[in-house]
């Protein structure tokens, strides 16, 4: 266990309410579950969970995106890319993801998170506490995705000017067992939301009749 994640802390106890999460979910009429996205940079994972908020939304449940980005503004603003700092950062959105779910609210995570450890690490967190996760590889051959390239990065990571980038000078450690795959180079946007809408439904993460 490193220094960040060691509990400094004492004589600290959990506090239990008197509103359960079964509670929140059946207001709500949905389970609050973590969609994880996975993939190499220009993959399409933003597109992707940006789309899927607007259609849940459409059919009236709650969902909130954890964008790679976005999180990198403000509560990890001290991370940087190293490998130590890179799972400080999954762990951290492993626990936010966690409050959410427990709040029956559908998190929409969109992160390289290159590493299975710390996938696996934030999986286990989930199933510790009772929380669903759902792993969505979004597969993008690293041809494609640096072809598309939206920020530029690929073409900086080459000229020696980022240092540290998945797929170009550190791994990228594709899931083994995802629960949704999606070939980005191969598939339509309309058609990766289906699939995960189907998969909702099937799960019973989402019910349509409220």
């Not at 009429?29 to 789309?51: D, E, H, M, R, Y």
């Amino acid at each position: 266990m490193n220094n960040m994640t060691q509990q400094k802390a004492t004589n600290v106890v959990w506090h239990d309410g008197e509103v359960t999460r079964a509670d929140r979910f059946n207001r709500l009429g949905q389970k609050g579950a973590t969609l994880w996205f996975t993939g190499l940079s220009g993959s399409g994972k933003s597109t992707i969970a940006v789309a899927l908020e607007k259609a849940l939304h459409r059919l009236g449940k709650l969902s909130y995106r954890l964008d790679g980005d976005n999180i990198r503004l403000g509560i990890n603003k001290n991370l940087g890319f190293s490998a130590e700092d890179r799972t400080e950062n999954i762990r951290r959105i492993g626990e936010i993801s966690k409050l959410y779910c427990d709040t029956g609210i559908i998190t929409l995570n969109s992160f390289i998170s290159p590493y299975r450890e710390d996938r696996d690490q934030v999986r286990r967190l989930h199933e510790e506490g009772g929380y669903n996760f759902i792993e969505v590889h979004v597969d993008c051959a690293l041809e494609e995705a640096e072809k598309r390239d939206p920020k530029g990065l690929y073409k900086k990571a080459r000229a020696g000017e980022i240092k540290n980038f998945t797929g170009i000078d550190d791994p990228y450690e594709a899931p083994v067992n995802p629960e949704i795959t999606l070939h980005t180079d191969q598939m339509t946007l309309e058609q990766e939301i289906d699939i995960i809408l189907d998969y909702l439904r099937k799960h019973k993460y989402v019910i349509l009749y409220r």
